[in-house]
């Protein structure tokens, strides 16, 4: 199996999402990691949420499919839908070839930065997928 990326300048979830952190304050871009994509292996849909949609920390934003499994998506940060990876509807395998680039998935505006601090580190989620 190919060596995971997990980018030190990043923040995850327990659920394989990831947090960007973006040069507008109070915005990140999410996506799910490349422990997860590799996992999932060929992923065929995306279901994301439309622009303007709010979540609180943790709901299911939507769905992602692969030809083995569907599972959900949860949001890592509360806050609300800006900006929807369009890409992804046409051509959902930039998941596979890019999560961290073109295969990050929504642009949230974030309710409460302080949440920021209750997802993991690179290195308490390179420590959680040692594990599985």
Same mark, same amino acid.
């Given at each position: 199996?190919?060596?995971?990326?997990?980018? =030190?300048?990043?923040?995850?979830?327990?659920?394989?999402?990831?947090?960007?952190?973006?040069?507008?304050?109070?915005?990140?871009?999410?996506?799910?990691?490349?422990?997860?994509?590799?996992?999932?292996? =060929?992923?065929?849909?995306?279901?994301?949420? =439309?622009?303007?949609?709010?979540?609180?920390?943790?709901?299911?934003?939507?769905?992602?499919?692969?030809?083995?499994?569907?599972?959900?998506?949860?949001?890592?940060?509360?806050?609300?839908?800006?900006?929807?990876?369009?890409?992804?509807?046409?051509?959902?395998?930039?998941?596979?070839?890019?999560?961290?680039?073109?295969?990050?998935?929504?642009?949230?505006?974030?309710?409460?930065?302080?949440?920021?601090?209750?997802?993991?580190?690179? =290195?308490?989620?390179?420590?959680?997928?040692?594990?599985?």
């Amino acid at each position: 199996m190919a060596e995971t990326k997990v980018p =030190d300048n990043l923040r995850y979830t327990e659920e394989h999402e990831y947090v960007m952190e973006t040069d507008s304050e109070g915005e990140v871009i999410v996506g799910i990691t490349d422990f997860a994509q590799n996992e999932l292996s =060929d992923i065929v849909f995306v279901e994301l949420p =439309d622009v303007g949609a709010s979540f609180s920390r943790m709901e299911s934003f939507g769905t992602i499919e692969a030809v083995k499994a569907v599972s959900d998506l949860y949001i890592p940060l509360s806050g609300k839908v800006i900006g929807v990876n369009d890409s992804l509807e046409e051509e959902p395998s930039l998941i596979n070839t890019d999560p961290y680039g073109d295969g990050w998935m929504v642009r949230l505006s974030i309710k409460d930065p302080s949440e920021l601090n209750q997802l993991l580190g690179p =290195d308490e989620y390179t420590s959680l997928i040692a594990e599985d």
